[in-house]
């Protein structure tokens, strides 16, 4: 069994852009494209929601390795 803490770090694997969903995936366990459906989605309005939220998490998550 694991004892070590879940880390949320950005994906060097599964990444389109810089790994944030890749990330996130990782995670929380569940398929990245959901993440990137919701980055979408968030971008619909005018684009600066989704845009400012992944250039924030851009920011927060350090990279993997």
């Known amino acids: 069994m694991?004892?070590?803490?879940?880390?949320?770090?950005?994906?060097?694997?599964?990444?389109?852009?810089?790994?944030?969903?890749?990330?996130?995936?990782?995670?929380?366990?569940?398929?990245?494209?959901?993440f990137r459906l919701l980055f979408v989605l968030f971008g619909l309005p005018g684009g600066v929601p989704g845009i400012l939220l992944y250039l924030i998490c851009l920011v927060i998550i350090p990279e993997a390795g």
Do not use: A, M, Q
Request: glycine share 16%; charged share 25%.
């Open 2 to 34: 694991n004892n070590e803490p879940k880390t949320l770090r950005r994906s060097s694997s599964d990444r389109i852009l810089f790994g944030v969903c890749g990330g996130l995936g990782e995670y929380f366990g569940v398929d990245p494209v959901w």
